[in-house]
């Protein structure tokens, strides 16, 4: 606003300016006479009416050959200057010519800068113009006390009246408007109304943009939570298709195929393995007629029937179904169907398609094998029962058949050693005496077998023996002579048959005793151990031993290390041990040197 | 001492032989009939048309007899209102379990393995004599 006012007064007061300056230049004389002029002027002056002589009609004449000097003297020699006036003259035109031109300018640079805010563009325009004018006019005036350009100072000056009227016209048309233009006060009033709204208006910025900052910091959250969530998505997705190319994988590994039907528009979907199985070139459009025509005409019936029941009922289903493919080979089929539902109404059938023909071959081959397995075990069951009963009949001979001349012979030779007393000498009644005690012998070992067979023919009942007490039990049974020391360890229990348990530690117990019967000071130990990584009961004795190197005689039947007259046995009560152990799944063996006694580990479920 | 008779039922001659022996060691002086086999012991038990039934003091039966078996007898007997208060005593050598019990499901009395070893036997004859002919006192008076 102060721009427009200071341009418009300076403007005003240059147009006073400016008919002063005019007034000088009409004072100026055309007569080259002073006496005090210029050498130099002088000369130019001569110099230039010289050539003029020729052709001065015409440049006296002429308006446009603004050059032409000729027709005037310098000014320093028209009329009497003193160097003080004329200088003052010059000088003063010169001050005026610069200030002339440095107004314009500097109009000219705020126009430059301002152009949009400066009004009445024209009339500024031409005010620059006129002021240049003007500047040059007296620019001139100061030059023509050298150099009479008189022509060009009148060009020079018909321009400045040129511009300075187009100045005048234009402020007469611009003033009503410029008049109107409000003082500094208004606009000062303004400025305050405006900057207190735009004050306001800044300060509603500025809570809009905090507002907004808040809500970049909110979507900057939002944004990283949801390329998190992005991410996570994306990490789902990869998980997804790797599933997917698993499926799809697995589907052609294992030929399982993916078939759906739409209801609506009755067009079948079938994957690429349930085309493979069919036989039928992919992508083949396939109708639902067709597809249940692939089945086996016995197994059409069971699908249709299936379909009906998934659409009525939402029921699905999981048949195994005979197929004839494309080119006439039988396979079979596991087809799995699901309805899928919506609205309560059955829109599509879709499920799994699989060749099972390897599978049902290998099952029935399964069935045959395990069909004559099982007849061979029924089959062998009954020549072991047969054999059993054979075996059974067999002892039950034996504890009869076998016995009986037994005790004929121990019986008669008994008779005969006491009814013929005086008749046999002593060999005599030796021989008879050796021939009842052998008889009474094999009685025993016929006893034994027996005893030995029917262990295995019986069947065990698993329980927990108390070991410790039943070892007391045993011992107290046979109440050995008192030099024995028994040492039991407390605390012992087993899990096992009580009864053959029993039989078999009256054996361990009864060899203990017997093989350590001939030693001073015997020592039955019976207790727990560590041995070949094993938790072992174990049965010690110090007694006779034996050689290890016959251990493993040790535990058949009738089979002896000692000798009947070392000390008695029939070589069963071992092999009765082991057979029991054997039938609890149990371990046993030996450690021992002869004359060192013996050590036997066992336990009986290893 | 009762003077009844002993029902020996048995297909041993030797067992026979030996039994009676062993009797007469124990100085029982009872009567001893022997039937050879099941049948027979049967007929002797329940007479037929020549003979009136026999009503010993305790018979001694085998388990393995020709013909009919000497669980059958025993079945027999026991089902027979006559013969049914009679002591049977199974003298026999099996020691079967399934013998045992049977034996005694079927009313035997006692059951007794025959040992090999003649002494033992004696023994057992011995006490067998004393409990059922002297001790035990049977139902009705079979003295004759």
Same mark, same amino acid.
């Given at each position: 606003?102060?721009?427009?006012?200071?341009?418009?007064?300076?403007?005003?007061?240059?147009?006073?300016?400016?008919?002063?300056?005019?007034?000088?230049?009409?004072?100026?004389?055309?007569?080259?006479?002073?006496?005090?002029?210029?050498?130099?002027?002088?000369?130019?002056?001569?110099?230039?009416?010289?050539?003029?002589?020729?052709?001065?009609?015409?440049?006296?004449?002429?308006?446009?050959?603004?050059?032409?000097?000729?027709?005037?003297?310098?000014?320093?020699?028209?009329?009497?200057?003193?160097?003080?006036?004329?200088?003052?003259?010059?000088?003063?035109?010169?001050?005026?010519?610069?200030?002339?031109?440095?107004?314009?300018?500097?109009?000219?640079?705020?126009?430059?800068?301002?152009?949009?805010?400066?009004?009445?563009?024209?009339?500024?325009?031409?005010?620059?113009?006129?002021?240049?004018?003007?500047?040059?006019?007296?620019?001139?005036?100061?030059?023509?006390?050298?150099?009479?350009?008189?022509?060009?100072?009148?060009?020079?000056?018909?321009?400045?009246?040129?511009?300075?009227?187009?100045?005048?016209?234009?402020?007469?048309?611009?003033?009503?408007?410029?008049?109107?233009?409000?003082?500094?006060?208004?606009?000062?009033?303004?400025?305050?109304?405006?900057?207190?709204?735009?004050?306001?208006?800044?300060?509603?910025?500025?809570?809009?943009?905090?507002?907004?900052?808040?809500?970049?910091?909110?979507?900057?959250?939002?944004?990283?939570?949801?390329?998190?969530?992005?991410?996570?998505?994306?990490?789902?997705?990869?998980?997804?298709?790797?599933?997917?190319?698993?499926?799809?994988?697995?589907?052609?590994?294992?030929?399982?195929?993916?078939?759906?039907?739409?209801?609506?528009?009755?067009?079948?979907?079938?994957?690429?393995?349930?085309?493979?199985?069919?036989?039928?070139?992919?992508?083949?459009?396939?109708?639902?007629?067709?597809?249940?025509?692939?089945?086996?005409?016995?197994?059409?019936?069971?699908?249709?029937?299936?379909?009906?029941?998934?659409?009525?009922?939402?029921?699905?289903?999981?048949?195994?179904?005979?197929?004839?493919?494309?080119?006439?080979?039988?396979?079979?089929?596991?087809?799995?169907?699901?309805?899928?539902?919506?609205?309560?109404?059955?829109?599509?059938?879709?499920?799994?398609?699989?060749?099972?023909?390897?599978?049902?071959?290998?099952?029935?081959?399964?069935?045959?094998?395990?069909?004559?397995?099982?007849?061979?075990?029924?089959?062998?069951?009954?020549?072991?029962?047969?054999?059993?009963?054979?075996?059974?009949?067999?002892?039950?001979?034996?504890?009869?058949?076998?016995?009986?001349?037994?005790?004929?012979?121990?019986?008669?030779?008994?008779?005969?050693?006491?009814?013929?007393?005086?008749?046999?000498?002593?060999?005599?009644?030796?021989?008879?005496?050796?021939?009842?005690?052998?008889?009474?012998?094999?009685?025993?070992?016929?006893?034994?077998?027996?005893?030995?067979?029917?262990?295995?023919?019986?069947?065990?009942?698993?329980?927990?023996?108390?070991?410790?007490?039943?070892?007391?039990?045993?011992?107290?049974?046979?109440?050995?002579?008192?030099?024995?020391?028994?040492?039991?360890?407390?605390?012992?229990?087993?899990?096992?048959?009580?009864?053959?348990?029993?039989?078999?530690?009256?054996?361990?117990?009864?060899?203990?005793?017997?093989?350590?019967?001939?030693?001073?000071?015997?020592?039955?130990?019976?207790?727990?151990?560590?041995?070949?990584?094993?938790?072992?009961?174990?049965?010690?004795?110090?007694?006779?031993?034996?050689?290890?190197?016959?251990?493993?005689?040790?535990?058949?039947?009738?089979?002896?290390?000692?000798?009947?007259?070392?000390?008695?046995?029939?070589?069963?009560?071992?092999?009765?041990?082991?057979?029991?152990?054997?039938?609890?799944?149990?371990?046993?063996?030996?450690?021992?040197?002869?004359?060192?006694?013996?050590?036997?580990?066992?336990?009986?479920?290893? | 001492?009762?003077?009844?008779?002993?029902?020996?039922?048995?297909?041993?001659?030797?067992?026979?032989?030996?039994?009676?022996?062993?009797?007469?060691?124990?100085?029982?002086?009872?009567?001893?009939?022997?039937?050879? +086999?099941? *049948?027979?012991?049967? $007929?002797?038990?329940?007479?037929?048309?020549?003979? &009136? /039934?026999?009503?010993?003091?305790?018979? !001694?039966?085998?388990?393995?007899?020709?013909?009919?078996?000497?669980?059958?007898?025993?079945?027999?007997?026991?089902?027979?209102?006559?013969?049914?208060?009679?002591?049977?005593?199974?003298?026999?050598?099996?020691?079967?379990?399934? +013998?045992? *019990?049977?034996?005694? $499901?079927?009313?035997?009395?006692?059951?007794?393995? &025959? /040992?090999?070893?003649?002494?033992?036997? !004696?023994?057992?004859?011995?006490?067998?004599?004393?409990?059922?002919?002297?001790?035990?006192?049977?139902?009705?008076?079979?003295?004759?």
């Amino acid at each position: 606003m102060k721009v427009r006012w200071v341009l418009f007064v300076s403007a005003l007061l240059l147009a006073g300016c400016e008919k002063e300056g005019q007034n000088q230049a009409v004072v100026c004389s055309s007569q080259p006479t002073s006496a005090q002029a210029n050498l130099s002027s002088m000369k130019s002056f001569t110099y230039a009416s010289e050539p003029g002589v020729q052709g001065l009609e015409t440049s006296k004449t002429s308006l446009f050959n603004l050059l032409d000097t000729s027709l005037w003297p310098a000014r320093w020699n028209c009329g009497i200057w003193t160097p003080e006036h004329g200088w003052l003259y010059i000088g003063s035109d010169v001050a005026i010519w610069l200030a002339y031109f440095a107004i314009p300018f500097i109009l000219g640079f705020f126009y430059f800068r301002q152009k949009n805010e400066i009004p009445f563009r024209v009339v500024f325009l031409l005010f620059i113009g006129f002021i240049i004018t003007c500047g040059l006019t007296h620019l001139m005036d100061a030059v023509i006390f050298w150099w009479p350009a008189y022509k060009l100072s009148a060009a020079i000056r018909f321009g400045t009246a040129l511009v300075s009227w187009a100045a005048v016209i234009g402020l007469v048309k611009v003033m009503p408007e410029a008049l109107e233009l409000k003082g500094i006060d208004y606009y000062q009033e303004k400025i305050d109304t405006k900057t207190l709204e735009l004050r306001k208006a800044n300060e509603e910025l500025e809570a809009r943009i905090n507002s907004e900052i808040k809500l970049k910091d909110i979507n900057t959250k939002l944004l990283n939570k949801i390329s998190a969530q992005n991410e996570e998505l994306k990490k789902k997705n990869k998980s997804l298709e790797q599933l997917h190319e698993l499926f799809e994988s697995v589907q052609s590994a294992a030929e399982i195929g993916v078939w759906e039907v739409n209801l609506n528009s009755n067009r079948v979907y079938w994957s690429d393995a349930v085309y493979k199985i069919h036989e039928v070139e992919k992508g083949t459009p396939i109708t639902v007629e067709q597809g249940i025509n692939f089945y086996h005409p016995d197994y059409r019936g069971k699908i249709e029937k299936a379909i009906k029941s998934a659409i009525n009922t939402g029921n699905g289903w999981d048949l195994n179904l005979q197929l004839i493919t494309a080119t006439g080979s039988v396979l079979w089929t596991k087809v799995i169907g699901l309805p899928v539902v919506e609205n309560g109404k059955t829109v599509s059938l879709r499920g799994l398609f699989q060749d099972i023909t390897d599978k049902v071959n290998r099952e029935k081959r399964k069935e045959s094998i395990k069909r004559s397995l099982e007849q061979k075990v029924v089959q062998r069951t009954i020549e072991l029962e047969s054999i059993n009963k054979e075996l059974n009949a067999f002892a039950y001979s034996v504890s009869h058949d076998l016995r009986s001349p037994l005790r004929s012979i121990n019986g008669f030779s008994q008779a005969l050693k006491e009814d013929y007393f005086e008749v046999l000498d002593e060999t005599g009644k030796n021989y008879l005496q050796r021939i009842s005690n052998a008889a009474i012998r094999m009685g025993k070992l016929i006893d034994e077998l027996l005893d030995l067979s029917r262990l295995s023919r019986k069947d065990i009942q698993i329980e927990k023996v108390d070991l410790t007490a039943l070892c007391q039990q045993i011992i107290n049974e046979t109440s050995p002579d008192p030099k024995y020391e028994f040492n039991i360890k407390k605390n012992l229990y087993l899990t096992g048959d009580l009864k053959l348990v029993k039989i078999m530690m009256e054996n361990l117990i009864g060899n203990a005793i017997k093989y350590s019967s001939k030693i001073a000071n015997p020592r039955i130990e019976i207790g727990k151990q560590k041995k070949n990584n094993k938790q072992l009961f174990f049965i010690r004795d110090n007694g006779a031993g034996f050689d290890q190197d016959y251990a493993g005689k040790l535990f058949g039947a009738f089979q002896r290390l000692h000798s009947a007259e070392e000390f008695e046995g029939t070589g069963i009560g071992l092999a009765t041990v082991k057979r029991i152990i054997n039938k609890h799944g149990g371990v046993i063996f030996s450690d021992s040197k002869v004359n060192e006694g013996a050590t036997f580990y066992f336990n009986l479920i290893n | 001492m009762r003077t009844g008779k002993i029902l020996l039922v048995e297909d041993n001659e030797d067992d026979v032989l030996l039994t009676l022996r062993a009797f007469k060691q124990n100085k029982i002086a009872n009567e001893v009939i022997v039937a050879n +086999d099941g *049948v027979e012991a049967l $007929d002797l038990l329940f007479g037929n048309n020549s003979t &009136k /039934p026999l009503k010993p003091s305790v018979i !001694l039966l085998d388990l393995k007899l020709p013909k009919l078996s000497g669980m059958e007898v025993l079945k027999r007997i026991q089902k027979n209102k006559i013969t049914r208060g009679i002591p049977v005593v199974i003298l026999t050598t099996s020691n079967e379990e399934d +013998d045992v *019990v049977k034996s005694y $499901d079927f009313g035997a009395n006692s059951y007794i393995r &025959k /040992p090999v070893d003649f002494e033992s036997f !004696l023994e057992v004859v011995g006490q067998l004599g004393l409990y059922w002919l002297v001790l035990n006192q049977p139902p009705h008076s079979t003295n004759e």
